[in-house]
Nanobody, 124 residues
Framework: QVNLVESGGGLVQAGGSLRLSCAVT????????VAWFRQAPGKEREFVAR????????YYADSVKGRFTLSRDGAKNTASLQMNSLRPEETAVYSC?????????????????WGQGTQVTVSS
């Protein structure tokens, strides 16, 4: 069983930065594909970024490329999302997800395990 706990959400002004962390238990982060998704009120959950279990390759949604960086820390067994130049429209609940099959990419159904989410609010 894999458990995920997010932290680091909060309120930030437009143009500001936040760092979200996803603590993984039950499996080492280096053997798990971890992704971040977000869901704004009244909208579908959307893919933000992922880091693969093999090689730690990262992939980002076009809307966050160049502003968000996903990394992992084997010692802490965490995957962290550094978010810079945040925009008001990025206000959402951000959730991390894990896939142990190696097939997880950008869709919700590809991920087996989910955290509870953390609220990110960007004020204008």
């Amino acid at each position: 069983q894999v458990n995920l706990v997010e932290s680091g959400g909060g309120l930030v002004q437009a143009g500001g930065s936040l760092r979200l962390s996803c603590a993984v238990t039950g499996r080492t982060v280096s053997t798990t594909t971890v992704a971040w998704f977000r869901q704004a009120p009244g909208k579908e959950r959307e893919f933000v970024a992922r880091i693969s279990r093999n090689g730690g390759w990262t992939y980002y949604a076009d809307s966050v490329k160049g502003r968000f960086t996903l990394s992992r820390d084997g010692a802490k067994n965490t995957a962290s999302l550094q978010m810079n130049s945040l925009r008001p429209e990025e206000t959402a609940v951000y959730s991390c997800a894990a896939d142990t099959s190696g097939l997880g990419h950008t869709t919700v159904d590809e991920y087996e395990y989910w955290g509870q989410g953390t609220q990110v609010t960007v004020s204008s």
